[in-house]
């Protein structure tokens, strides 16, 4: 079955840290654009992070631009969401997908997100005191 296993969810107090990660499983990731999206409860999946094919093209939602980084390793055929400085606002479930374009800014993945392919099951985030 073609899709990913998110992990690394869990709850953490405000200002802490989780590293989110995203294992392909039947398909390699150096071929796509991978996006990091995020489902807050009561609100529809938003874009929050993705990266290029060469890992080299990164985008951030304003909400967790200088908090948040994305990163590939081609090699594990894993990419990760490190986030910092942890928000309440941050809870929800975290998910990955790809597609074949990167978006120029998460806007835009946010309304292409019916693009997107082989999505996981997603990994819960909870950041509360």
């Known amino acids: 079955q073609l899709q990913f296993v998110e992990s690394g969810g869990g709850l953490v107090q405000p200002g802490g840290s989780l590293r989110l990660s995203c294992t392909a499983s039947?398909?390699?990731?150096?071929?796509?654009?991978i996006g990091w999206f995020r489902q807050a409860p009561g609100k529809e999946r938003e874009g929050v992070a993705g990266?290029?094919?060469?890992?080299?093209?990164?985008n951030y939602a304003d909400s967790v631009k200088g908090r948040f980084t994305i990163s590939k390793n081609n090699a594990e055929n894993t990419v990760y969401l490190q986030m910092n400085a942890l928000k309440p606002e941050d809870t929800g479930v975290y998910f990955c997908?790809?597609?074949?374009?990167?978006?120029?800014?998460?806007?835009?993945?946010?309304?292409?997100?019916?693009?997107?392919?082989?999505w996981g099951q997603g990994t819960q985030v909870t950041v509360s005191s």
């Open positions: 039947g398909f390699t990731l150096e071929h796509f654009a």
């Open positions: 997908a790809v597609d074949s374009q990167f978006p120029m800014s998460t806007e835009i993945m946010t309304r292409i997100q019916g693009n997107y392919r082989y």
């Open positions: 990266i290029d094919h060469f890992g080299r093209g990164l």
